[in-house]
């Protein structure tokens, strides 16, 4: 691209050049140097044109390929995994720093009883499964050990999704960025050329780019965690926070049902940005995009005739 505008650049100058050299030494002139210049003026011109229609042409692919590029790059982005619980997120943290605490302390042969062993924060979270997970009980049942059960089985559930949404993030730091980076440093331009790259690089380069340092930052530890080093209490915080700052859900309810949907609001935002810049490559009307949400869950609340949404 830098070329093909550099090229014209110059063919257009040596245009103007040759025209004023003539125009000063005027045509009844028996000088040769007007001939030259007559000449050099005609070469000079149909360079520029030639090159001008290759600098458009460049121009549109050089904007195509950084278009193409950071689709590419947001489509992997967007592979990132949803922190899905079916339990306040804070009481399954605090189960698992309690349970990771107890057996650290299990190891110490110096307990020969259970003091120092708590169980405050799995007493909390097996209370709120009895109030809000429905669960079939008979009266031959034991519950406290159905309980002790349904309560093992979550905590291993949940792990497992703490750790598929890491790996995700994981995934997600080892995107290469060196072909949207070639793209972008591919975009020059004679006319508008500050504002486009500007546009580019702010609304689009810049923060995909942004997001995937964060997550080889955050990927670090859990790299450790792989390798037995690091706290899996602390790289579940840390899957909480991402969590937060990339998605986003909105509950809409209708005949009795509320239906709770998931948005990539981070990404959607690009995606906004990248149909604009597409819009300025083929001089369309920018039509706005309507984000669709990734997932959702359906639960029963009761008869309602009124449909609403709320954000969270």
């Given amino acids: 691209m830098k070329a093909k505008k550099w090229l ?31 000449a050099l003026l005609g070469s000079a011109v149909l360079g ?26 947001l489509k992997e982005l967007r592979k990132i995994k949803y922190l899905e619980l079916d339990a306040p997120v804070e009481l399954i943290k605090d189960a698992l720093l309690e349970e990771q605490a107890n057996d650290r ?38 519950i406290e050990a159905e309980l002790e059960k349904y309560y093992s089985a979550s905590l291993k559930t949940y792990k497992d999704t703490f750790l598929r949404c890491m790996r995700s993030y994981q995934d997600a730091a080892s995107i290469d960025l060196g072909l949207i980076d070639n793209a972008y440093g591919n975009l020059d331009f004679i006319i508008s050329n500050h504002s486009i790259r500007e546009y580019a690089y702010n609304d689009i380069f810049a923060k995909m ?51 709770t949907l998931v948005y990539q609001t981070a990404f959607d935002e690009i995606e906004s940005e990248l149909e604009k810049f597409r819009c300025k490559i083929y001089k369309a009307k920018y039509v706005p995009v309507k984000a669709s949400p990734i997932s959702g869950k359906m639960r029963y609340f009761g008869e309602d005739s009124e449909t609403k949404g709320t954000d969270e």
Avoid at 49 to 71: C, D, G, P
């Fill in 209 to 259: 780019r942004k997001f995937v340092y964060q997550f080889r930052e955050e990927a670090y530890h859990f790299n450790l965690l792989n390798d037995g080093k690091e706290n899996f209490a602390v790289c579940a915080s840390k899957v909480v926070d991402l969590n937060k700052l990339f998605f986003a859900t909105k509950d809409v309810q209708a005949h009795g049902y509320v239906n």
């Fill in 105 to 142: 302390k299990a190891k110490f042969t110096l307990l020969i009883d259970d003091s120092g062993i708590t169980h405050k924060a799995k007493s909390t979270l097996i209370s709120w499964f009895e109030e809000n997970i429905p669960m079939s009980f008979n009266e031959d049942s034991d």
């Fill in 8 to 38: 014209t650049i110059i063919t257009l100058c040596v245009s103007i050049f040759s025209l004023s050299v003539a125009c000063i030494i005027g045509k009844d002139s028996n000088c040769i140097s007007y001939d030259v210049s007559m």
């Fill in 48 to 73: 520029f044109i030639m090159s001008l229609t290759e600098y458009y042409v460049e121009k549109r692919k050089a904007m195509e390929e950084f278009w193409l590029q950071s689709n590419k790059t």
